[in-house]
């Protein structure tokens, strides 16, 4: 299988990133409040690098569009869409949970964190899927700009 190297290295990063927001949930639940700190700022940097890595290549190189067949692309697109909203959301909840922490507003920061990390677990889960639809079950075309890749 020929994998494609930049694709691959960024939906590694969000996989890393969401992984790092469950083991700083779980430490903030056992009340280890400096671990819960380092680990979700880590987090935050791996989700910051996807995000330019991702952009850096639709800018210079372009985007990938569906290869699998005609009667699914429909379905695929819908999916897609539905990741790009939930990645968009995850990321300005994530910058709004981050300034919440700092400001010490501990209150809201604890009323948003769940649904922060939550909603950033699906964009994971649904990156992957997108990922494996593109280049792994299917090979998607390469080179596409933004709206090709989105919309065929
Ligand atoms: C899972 C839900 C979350 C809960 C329940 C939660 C809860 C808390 C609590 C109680 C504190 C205060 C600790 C203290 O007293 O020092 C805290 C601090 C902090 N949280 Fe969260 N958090 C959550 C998610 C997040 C997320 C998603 C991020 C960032 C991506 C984050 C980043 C931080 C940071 C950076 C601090 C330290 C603030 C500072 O000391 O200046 N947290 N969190």
Same mark, same amino acid.
């Given at each position: ?31 280890? #409040? @400096?671990?819960? @700190? ?18 850096? #290549? ?14 699914? @692309? ?29 400001? #010490?507003?501990?209150? @809201?920061? #604890? ?42």
């Amino acid at each position: 299988m020929n994998l494609p190297l930049l694709p691959t290295i960024s939906t590694s990063f969000i996989v890393i990133s969401a992984i790092f927001i469950a083991i700083g949930w779980i430490l903030i639940a056992q009340n280890k #409040r @400096k671990q819960h @700190k380092y680990v979700m700022i880590t987090g935050a940097v791996f989700a910051l690098s996807f995000f330019i890595l991702y952009m850096s #290549r639709t800018i210079f190189i372009g985007n990938t569009s569906f290869g699998g067949p005609e009667d699914m @692309k429909i379905y695929y697109t819908i999916f897609l869409i539905f990741h790009i909203f939930l990645a968009t959301t995850g990321g300005v909840f994530g910058i709004v949970t981050l300034i919440l922490a700092f400001k #010490r507003n501990i209150s @809201k920061h #604890r009323k948003i964190g769940p649904i922060t990390s939550v909603i950033w677990f699906f964009t994971a889960i649904t990156g992957v899927a997108v990922y494996l639809l593109l280049y792994v079950l299917y090979e998607g075309e390469h080179g596409q700009n933004l709206f090709q890749a989105i919309f065929g």
